[in-house]
C-alpha cells in the first residue's frame, strides 16, 4: 500500500553528550559552521524517494513527496562528532603544578548503559582526585570540600545564589579563569563552551558561609576551613553546550527529570590558585 505524505517541517540531526569521556563538537558538511536557532545555513539535501519498513509479517511503504518551498527554505542536514577526552594528558595538566605524585587506581564498574569497564583514580596524598570513564570524568581539590559548604548552586540561573555573577577579583579576571581551564582541556581534546554562568566567590565570604553538620546534624566547626586566604578566590562556572540551537546533556541525560543548572553538561570551579573543581 502506498501513501504520499508532505514533509513541512523542520529536520534536525542532532547527537548530544556530556565533561565527560565524551562530549559533542560541532561539525558540517563541508567544514562549514553548524546553524544556530536563529541563523540556519542550509545544506544540499537528498531526500529519500520512498520509505519503506518491514516488521515481522507487516510491511509499510510510503513515498516520500517534498514540495520545492519546503526543500529550499526550511530544511537542512546537520552532522556531529564526539570529542574524547585524552585521560593521561588531562592527568598531566591537572597534576603538572603539583609536587606530589598521584598515585593510580583501577577499578572495575559499570556505566551507566550496563557496560562493564575501567574506573582509573588518580590521587595525590593531599588528596587531590581525578576520576576518569569513558563516559564521565571529575576532579576534586581539598579546596572544593570547603567550596561546597559555602557556596550551594541554585536550581536556575534566575534563582539569587548569594554571590555575584557579574563581580571580578582584581588581578583575576572571570576570562582569565576561563582560559586557564579552556587551555587544560583543549590539550586534553575538548572544545570548552563559550556559553556559560559564573559565580564569584571570594574567600573572605565563603570563610564567612562556610557550615558544617557532624553525623547528628550539629554544627561542626572542626570540619571548617580556618585559613581561607586570596589564594582561594574561586570563579565557579557552569557550561552549556549547543548543537544547531538545542541544548545538549551529559550521558546521565535520560536519566534527568528537570532543567537545572546541576544538570549541566560541564561544571568546573577556578581559584586564583589553580583548578579547584571539574565535572
Not at 22 to 27: D, F, N, S
Not at 50 to 61: D, L
Not at 86 to 108: G, R, V
Not at 202 to 229: F, Q
Amino acid at each position: 500500500m502506498k501513501k504520499k505524505i508532505l514533509f513541512g517541517s523542520l529536520l534536525f540531526l542532532c547527537l548530544c553528550a556530556g565533561c565527560s569521556g565524551e562530549k559533542v563538537e560541532k561539525q558540517s558538511g563541508e567544514q562549514k559552521k553548524a546553524p544556530n536557532d536563529r541563523q540556519a545555513q542550509l545544506w544540499e539535501y537528498e531526500f529519500p524517494k520512498e520509505y519503506v519498513k518491514q516488521t515481522g509479517n507487516t510491511s509499510f511503504e510510503t513515498e516520500i513527496v517534498v514540495d520545492n518551498q519546503s526543500g529550499k527554505n526550511i530544511f537542512f542536514q546537520g552532522s556531529a562528532t564526539l570529542q574524547k577526552i585524552n585521560p593521561e594528558i588531562l592527568k598531566e595538566e591537572i597534576f603538572k603544578e603539583t609536587s606530589q605524585a598521584a598515585e593510580e587506581h583501577t577499578i572495575n564498574s559499570t556505566n551507566y548503559i550496563g557496560e562493564e569497564e575501567e574506573l582509573k583514580i588518580w590521587q595525590t596524598p593531599s588528596g587531590e582526585t581525578l576520576y576518569y570513564s569513558s563516559v564521565n570524568t571529575s576532579y576534586t581539590s581539598p579546596l572544593f570540600m570547603h567550596i561546597n559548604q559555602a557556596f550551594t548552586l541554585p536550581e536556575t540561573a534566575a534563582e539569587d545564589a548569594g554571590y555575584s555573577t557579574t563581580e571580578e577579583f582584581e588581578g583575576f579576571t572571570r576570562d582569565h579563569a576561563y582560559q586557564k581551564l579552556a587551555e587544560i582541556l583543549e590539550k586534553s581534546g575538548i572544545h570548552l563552551p563559550k556559553e556559560y554562568i559564573c559565580y564569584t566567590l571570594p574567600a573572605a565570604l565563603m570563610a564567612e558561609r562556610e557550615y558544617v553538620e557532624d553525623m547528628e546534624g550539629n554544627e561542626d566547626v572542626s570540619g571548617k576551613k580556618k585559613d581561607w586566604d586570596s589564594g582561594d578566590d574561586t570563579y565557579y562556572f557552569v557550561f552549556q553546550s549547543r548543537y544547531c540551537g538545542l541544548p545538549s546533556y551529559h550521558p546521565f541525560a535520560y536519566q534527568i527529570t528537570k532543567d537545572s543548572l546541576e544538570n549541566s553538561p560541564v561544571q568546573a570551579a577556578v581559584a586564583r590558585d589553580g583548578l579547584a573543581y571539574l565535572s
